[in-house]
T-cell receptor, first 114, second 115 residues
């Protein structure tokens, strides 16, 4: 079982719909990142969370540390939101020392149709 | 300010050869990390450097190595290339690393094809 699980793997929506992408993880974490990757490879960091909720424009990210779960919401989705959304976690400091390693989910391919 | 710059963007190598990829972080960023992305495995962590010191290494064979220079620029090297090393190699920089309150900034990546 992967340390980071995302759902759904693929999501198709109509323009204007409310989108939710989920991320569950099995390890203790110090931070969780939501990333966006467009075709061609470039990755953009959307949010970095260690607790609570963050909002940026139409994007909202939440995290529940106790339940080891995070969600990314897109309100009023638009075709330009079509991309792969990736959840990544940074584990807590382990007995071997510092942990600066990102562990990634497999990503969610979002397609928003006009 | 300039973003994270990776060179070369595209390259083709033959099995058995070695390759060096370069990453120039955002000015002022001291943490540089490297990732491999393949269709089958997704994104995987290779290593992370801060002030010329490797702080973490992923589960990759010793053929994969890296270093960071005093100006924070970083290189990664893959020796004795295998077909399975064909991938997008991404570099990311941040002020102090991907944990805590640090936003990470990715480069456009280097597409490596091994034939």
């Amino acid at each position: 079982k992967n340390e980071v699980e995302q759902s759904p793997q693929n999501l198709t929506a109509q323009e204007g719909e409310f989108i939710t992408i989920n991320c569950s993880y099995s390890v203790g974490i110090s931070a969780l990142h939501w990333l966006q990757q467009h075709p061609g490879g470039g990755i953009v960091s959307l949010f970095m969370l260690s607790s609570g909720k963050k909002k940026h424009g139409r994007l909202i990210a939440t995290i529940n540390i106790q339940e080891k779960h995070s969600s990314l919401h897109i309100t009023a989705s638009h075709p330009r939101d079509s991309a792969v959304y990736i959840c990544a976690v940074v584990g807590v400091r382990d007995s071997g020392g510092s942990n600066y390693k990102l562990t990634f989910g497999k990503g969610t391919l979002l397609t928003v149709n006009p | 300010k300039a973003g994270v710059t990776q060179t070369p963007r595209y390259l083709i190598k033959t099995r058995g050869q070695q390759v060096t990829l370069s990453c120039s972080p955002i000015s002022g960023h001291r943490s540089v990390s490297w990732y491999q992305q393949t269709p089958g495995q997704g994104l995987q962590f290779l290593f992370e450097y801060f002030s010329e010191t490797q702080r973490n290494k992923g589960n990759f064979p010793g053929r994969f190595s890296g270093r960071q220079f005093s100006n924070s620029r970083s290189e990664m090297n893959v020796s004795t290339l295998e077909l399975g090393d064909s991938a997008l190699y991404l570099c990311a920089s941040s002020l102090a690393g991907p944990r805590g309150g640090n936003t990470i900034y990715f480069g456009e990546g280097s597409w490596l094809t091994v034939v």
